[in-house]
């Protein structure tokens, strides 16, 4: 059974930085899009980033939403099954709960972790 495991939310003041972390257990998932997806109360869920490996390219792909561009990183370890999310300069507008997703099919959803930003 495949299950994705976070961590590192927390509270940080405006400017601030966290990394979180999502690893994949039940399987190998290297060939797989990983990402996250970020849902603000009274908003609806949007994708903030992801990862996609290009083998033949020799690299991986990433795709971040607008808002968070020059301020997020999102990095994977495959022989860990972990994505990564380093955010940076965080903004109070960047507080929601942060939810790790794995494009397989089924699409798997880990539990979410809260990032709040605030003085």
């Known amino acids: 059974q495949v299950q994705l495991v976070e961590s590192g939310g927390g509270l940080v003041q405006p400017g601030g930085s966290l990394r979180l972390s999502c690893t994949a257990f039940?399987?190998?998932?290297?060939?797989?899009?990983m990402g996250w997806y970020r849902q603000a109360p009274g908003k609806e869920r949007e994708l903030v980033a992801n990862?996609?490996?290009?083998?033949?390219?020799?690299?991986?792909?990433?795709n971040y939403a607008d808002s968070v561009k020059g301020r997020f990183t999102i990095a994977r370890d495959n022989a860990k099954n972990t994505v990564y999310l380093q955010m940076n300069n965080l903004k109070a507008e960047d507080t929601a709960v942060y939810y790790c997703?794995?494009?397989?099919?089924?699409?798997?959803w880990g539990k979410g972790t809260l990032v709040t930003v605030s003085t």
């Open positions: 997703y794995l494009a397989t099919n089924p699409r798997y």
């Open positions: 039940g399987g190998s998932f290297s060939s797989n899009v």
């Open positions: 990862i996609i490996r290009f083998i033949r390219a020799g690299g991986d792909t990433t």
